[in-house]
DNA sequence: ATCACGAATTGAAACGTTTCACAACGCTCA
DNA sequence: TGAGCGTTGTGAAACGTTTCAATTCGTGAT
């Protein structure tokens, strides 16, 4: 900067002044300096400003994992809200591991990141409110901090698997089964006691609950298969699945013989919505979790927190997920 | 820092040296540190250190779209890899769009990362010239760099599309098809180009070319329903598709009405090996590119990168895929 | 008792910005 | 003519590290 003061023929804080309040400027000086920038290619130093700032124009966010198009389109909503913000994100993988999730809080607290978004593995490590206290706002992703001082943003799995269920009442269904496991996941039980109050609710619905060793299309195809070795007067008329992927190997056991139609003998609905729902030989009715608006959201609570740090109680956003009908369960 | 250095009761560069050197600090004085640093709750600033550092320890990777799993994988291992270096990883997407592209590397740029990974969207812009000369690594990702001065890591598309139809070839077949396009997509071209010299080596064996609008399932399911009609004396006994996507759309038209059978009559091979395809009714032959070895070459390169800039001649990593053979193509 | 030496520690400079109190300048107005 | 004002521009301090030459100290050799 020092250079490109003297190119131009003003003082070092003249240049900054360009840069970062051009209007205290007169208009003739701006542009002898910028040509100057040009000219000697210049690029600002942000490590340099970020130590005059205190803190850096970055928030991280820790993901348990990229590969899942969940986290990736949070990922990519919140990068889009924060550029609004003339923020950028810095994005880590803790793929389920504490330890992993422990060195990008460090790492990011090392950076003096304006902010943190969360997608916790477990416990939430000590770390965490060592880094509050500093006065860096966290906001937790994909888990309800109501009881911890955070703030959160979260999707109501139970109220997603009330739509669900809720809708293969409305077809006309009342031998529901629930698919899904292994039940440790708070996904699997949220989504089953969703299902389990609708039915309670529906005079004459009876709920049948299918645990699976994992939430797999393997996992999907296992249970179709069972479902076609069953006496048809005892098989279930529709089936929630907790995921897509469960759904998927359903729909590909029952469809492979011909022996039973989707939705004609049984509906079929999943969850998450992914990608592929729409493109499978059925298109797969699901329920669709508001990544964007997560993402964004978080983005907004982090910004929102100003210095007042304890004063303030955390903000808990719990969005509803939205039912995606498709052929697998209206014909 | 200076206040650790008060409460241990020794001077700021004793510290400094506790954090970076400790071998060469007494060990009662380490530990007098160490107990300051937890007692304060001390956490380095890492904008001072790369101040004074004069780059940062991260590398920047900007990506096409990191919902693709090739990148997700890609920067998945290239995490890991600089891990090794004690390197971070700072990602970025561009999604197709030059604009972001170029605000990424301005960005990282600014940041004065220690090198820069990219997947170029188009023509490589003028600044990613600038930071080359300035020192800064650059290595390119998924393009072949040569004729530029960049490094590159690439996969070779003409080989893979050999090792899937030598495949086919293998297994007997001889009126082969190539489903795939858009062709003004780079990766189409190659892959046809492939199957088309191996065709050509192959006595005997016929190369028919399929144009498709998208390498999409729906894309792939219309050429499959165009196969059924068409009378069975006409049709290929395999098809190579420029991507699993593609595979999947047709293997899911021909398995619906079960007039085809395959492999039995059809065998099937697709290009990508992403996740799904050994998850499919029957599971998909495919063809794998080595992500997890791209990133990491290409962290490598970087790293590797010495002050030499401009004296050194840019390495060419290009990368063979992988064949597998499913039941697809191998009943 | 002196010296040389290595190990441990110190202190200050430097990294490249931003910020802010202040100076310089040209006006207008009394 | 000079006071007062607004607009531009200046210069130095400060941000929190790392680095390195210099200093101190204890030890063994002479």
């Given at each position: ?16 002044n360009?840069?970062n309040?051009?209007e205290?400027?007169?208009s ?5 300096v910028?040509a100057?920038?040009d000219?000697?290619?210049f690029?600002?130093?942000?490590a ?15 993901v348990?994992d990229?590969g899942n ?7 990519h909503?919140?990068?889009?809200r924060?550029?609004?913000?003339d ?6 993988t ?22 943190l ?10 770390r965490?409110?060592r880094?509050?206290?500093r ?11 109501r009881?911890t001082?955070?703030h959160?943003?979260a999707?109501?799995d ?12 409305d077809?006309g ?14 996904q ?25 060793p ?7 195809r296992?249970?179709?298969d ?5 006496p048809p ?13 469960l759904a998927?190997?359903l729909l590909?056991?029952?469809?492979m013989?011909?022996?039973?139609r989707?939705p004609?003998?049984?509906?079929l ?5 992914i ?12 329920v669709?979790q508001?990544t ?10 982090l910004?929102e927190t100003?210095a ?6 955390p903000?808990h956003v719990?969005?509803t997920p939205?039912l995606v009908a498709?052929r697998?369960?209206?014909?």
């Open positions: 900067m020092r250079d490109v003061a003297t190119a131009a023929g003003v003082s070092l804080g003249t240049v900054s360009v840069l309040a051009p205290k400027v007169a003739t000086t701006v542009e002898r910028h100057a920038i000219e000697l290619g690029v600002r130093n942000d340099a400003r970020q130590l005059r700032a205190g803190r850096s124009r970055s928030v991280g966010l820790v348990l990229i198009p969940f986290f990736t389109d949070i990922a909503a919140a990068t889009g924060a550029r609004e913000h923020l950028t994100v810095l994005l880590g803790s793929g389920d591991d504490p330890r992993i999730e422990r060195a990008f809080i460090d790492a990011f607290d090392e950076q003096r990141v304006h902010g978004l969360l997608s916790p593995v477990g416990e939430l490590p000590e965490l409110h880094l509050r206290r006065g860096t706002p966290v906001v937790l992703v994909d888990r309800d901090g009881g001082p955070f959160s943003v999707v109501d139970v109220a997603g698997a009330t739509l669900a269920v809720a809708h293969l009442c077809v269904r009342r031998a529901i089964a629930f698919v899904g496991g292994p039940s440790g996941l708070r699997v039980r949220d989504r089953r006691q969703g299902a389990e109050e609708v039915v309670g609710r529906h005079p004459g619905a009876r709920l049948e609950v299918i645990e699976t994992a939430l797999s299309v393997l996992a999907g296992a249970v179709g069972a479902l076609l070795r069953r007067a005892t098989r279930p008329d529709a089936v929630f699945c907790a995921n897509d992927l998927i190997g590909q056991a029952l469809t013989t011909g022996d039973l989707v004609d003998d049984i509906a609905i999943g969850y998450d919505d990608e592929f729902a729409s493109s499978t030989v059925v298109p797969l009715s699901s669709r508001p964007g608006a997560i993402g964004s959201a978080a983005v907004d609570l910004v100003r007042d740090v304890d004063a303030e109680e903000t719990l969005f939205e498709r697998s369960t209206t014909g």
